[in-house]
């Protein structure tokens, strides 16, 4: 949809031939009507000129990727037409696009019956949802008297989606980490959890019997049969539950804990993915949002999406979040806690899951050392503790944390090298033949 106006850029043209008229009427000179005609006839060919911009100019937006990573390059072509047979001396293009940092409007000028391209590019440095366009373009006649404006109201969305980094260390857990791989809860079916022995009853099967502890127990005239118990062993679905919390979240900009908070959820839950896992989330920001575990690429860019939304304006606690979480999570499930709250409310909610059998760990985000009030603040490691105590594993991350980054910069572009012939051969090709130019407003076939 596009909205076309013409107006007069200042009345004072209409005004002098006004009065000019009036002179002219009441006291006729040469002077004034040579005055008066000039004026009239230049303000005549202004208003046909500015006509004739206004039936032939367009606009054409077009982009490259509907999508992109922090870091990649978001690039767009615009195409201005004339079909008009006067030309515009000067055209704005005012582009009204939320993205941070990326300016794509352009003055030009253009002649008839012709047509101006041009390309922009940015940077994407923050993750988000963000919309390009509405655009204007705006030009008038050479004297500057009367001003088009062509109001182009199409948008499209686009998604800057978080980094993902790689996590071994914190996903495995061994030596002295705190807490353990187990529920701790008691199940009559055989796992590989094996947690305590206990005296045999009638109708224990004979290969749950701990022949070591029936050996090392038993006396004469005092035998008796020990057989093993077993902790519920974990199940390989994941929740990930992001504490999005207002009142907890510390820093500006990418040194902040709700950025920290976000790769951490994304590398987590590609990590799990590529092992075959199903990963659900659980977010509140304004409202709750909850993804169902699944399995799959599909997945990963629907936990991103997600994530690329995601910031930290919740007014509930985690504590409250984890109230709300609880029955969706089912026994047996395994749930990825990331925060920075040092709340003791939140380690009551989690007794709550830890009792209904669902294998729990954590990633305490230090926000001491995004505040700027110390290195490591007491509260972060009083909840580590806590957490211990509870048998659960948590690592603290602190400000600095180098993320080894997966996923590497879009290659848009081929690159080239020059023999010693003089010849140019492309060394790599990129991706720039492959991605089409789709029109804004318009999605890909």
């Known amino acids: 949809m596009v909205e076309i106006t013409l107006r007069m850029t200042s009345r004072i043209p209409l005004v002098a031939v006004a009065v000019l008229l009036l002179l002219q009427i009441f006291s006729p000179a040469p002077v004034i009507q040579f005055v008066l005609v000039t004026i009239a006839g230049v303000l005549g060919l202004a208003y046909l000129w500015a006509r004739q911009l206004s039936r032939g100019i367009s606009l054409q937006r077009q982009r490259r990727y509907g999508w992109a990573q922090v870091g990649d390059i978001i690039e767009e072509r615009f195409i201005l037409h004339n079909e008009s047979w006067v030309p515009a001396i000067w055209a704005e293009v005012r582009d009204f696009s939320d993205l941070p940092g990326y300016q794509a409007g352009r003055a030009v000028g253009i002649g008839a019956q012709n047509t101006v ?3 922009t590019e940015g940077r994407c440095e923050r993750r988000g949802i963000y919309t390009l366009g509405p655009v204007e373009v705006l030009v008038g006649d050479p004297f500057g008297m009367f001003e088009v404006r062509l109001t182009h109201a199409y948008r499209d969305q686009f998604v800057v989606y978080p980094p993902v980094a790689s996590l071994p260390q914190l996903l495995e857990p061994h030596g002295l980490a705190r807490g353990a791989a187990r529920t701790n809860v008691r199940t009559l079916d055989m796992t590989t959890n094996a947690s305590s022995v206990r005296d045999w009853v009638p109708g224990d099967a004979l290969n749950r019997i701990h022949w070591r502890t029936t050996a090392r127990r ?51 839950a590609n990590q799990m993915l590529r092992a075959n896992h199903a990963v659900g989330m659980f977010l509140y920001c304004d409202e709750p949002m909850v993804i169902r575990p699944a399995r799959g690429p599909q ?77 490591v603040r007491t509260g972060t490691q ?23 980054l997966l996923t590497q910069r879009r290659q848009q572009r081929p690159e080239y090298k020059v023999l010693g012939t003089g010849r140019v051969v492309v060394t790599r090709a990129g991706t720039e033949e492959e991605a089409a130019w789709v029109s804004v407003g318009q999605r890909e076939s």
Do not use: M
């Open 299 to 375: 997945q990963l860019w629907e936990l991103l999406r997600a994530l690329a939304g995601a910031h930290a304006v919740c007014e509930a606690t985690f504590g409250q979040v984890l109230e709300k979480v609880d029955p969706l999570i089912g026994r047996g499930i395994s749930a990825s806690l990331i925060t920075p709250s040092t709340d003791p409310e939140w380690i009551r909610g989690l007794s709550t899951l830890l009792r209904r059998g669902i294998h729990c760990s954590a990633l305490l985000l230090d926000a001491g050392s995004f505040d700027g009030h110390g290195p």
């Open 117 to 119: 391209r041009w390309t």
């Open 382 to 404: 009083g909840v580590l503790g806590a957490l211990a105590d509870l048998g659960v594993s948590g690592h603290i991350i602190r400000r600095g944390f180098r993320f080894e």
């Open 218 to 268: 038993s006396f004469a005239n005092n035998e008796s049969i020990y057989v093993k118990e077993y902790d519920l062993e974990p199940s390989g679905d994941l929740w990930i539950i992001v504490d999005l919390a207002a009142a907890a979240h510390v820093g500006e900009g990418t040194e902040s804990t709700e950025e920290y908070a976000v790769i951490l959820a994304a590398s987590l």
